[in-house]
């Protein structure tokens, strides 16, 4: 039957930047497992829609139990394909990430949708599921318990990065928005026009 995760969670940021925080997440020091990324494909759509699939290749390190069942030379690094949709006009980012390889010991299929926050304008709403299968006879149910736990330890050090990246961002907007501002003090103020008679309105013209 697999086992069925669902969380719910509200960025303090606007959707733009949390869209931007998610092409730029990686490297950062919460992800360390992320070994790299990849586009394999990419297409704007003539409805505007941007279409995109990266392949993730990931470390996975076995619980301790689990060292003693399966063998030594198993591979630990997990290749995960990741496909998303960016809709601009309707503000939402929805993306669809599963693993390659590894598929008997677990299975975990996640999608995530990043919105415009509809009692927030300025803050993203995150809904995540995840589905997570075992086909270990014998070892399906506690794998599964395991892969719940380590799911959500992993979502946790996911949302750090993602607020690390954010923080990035918003740190290399600020200086130019004040140089902005001190562009514009410093011109100098065009010379005010001389006064001129005042006339009545012509209602008509």
Not at 19 to 40: G, K
Not at 126 to 133: D, G, N, S, Y
Not at 154 to 171: E, P, R, V
């Amino acid at each position: 039957m697999g086992r069925y995760f669902y969380s719910e969670a509200h960025i303090k940021s606007p959707w733009y930047q949390v869209l931007a925080a998610f092409w730029q997440r990686y490297p950062n020091p919460y992800s360390t497992h992320v070994l790299t990324e990849d586009v394999l494909y990419r297409e704007v759509t003539p409805t505007n829609l941007l279409l995109s699939r990266r392949l993730l290749t990931k470390t996975n390190r076995l619980p301790g139990w689990a060292e003693h069942i399966f063998p030594a030379h198993m591979a630990r690094a997990v290749y995960i394909l990741e496909d998303s949709i960016v809709d601009p006009e309707a503000n939402t980012l929805v993306t669809k990430t599963w693993n390659l390889n590894h598929n008997t010991l677990m299975t975990v299929v996640e999608r995530c949708m990043f919105e415009q926050d509809g009692t927030q304008p300025t803050w993203t709403k995150l809904k995540r599921e995840a589905w997570i299968f075992s086909s270990v006879y014998g070892l399906a149910r506690p794998i599964q318990e395991f892969g719940v736990a380590r799911y959500k330890s992993n979502q946790t050090q996911a949302m750090k990065g993602l607020d690390y990246a954010l923080t990035k961002i918003q740190s290399e907007e600020l200086p130019h928005l004040h140089g902005d501002q001190e562009e514009s003090s410093n011109k100098p103020r065009p010379p005010k026009a001389p006064p001129t008679p005042a006339k009545k309105p012509n209602q008509f013209a």
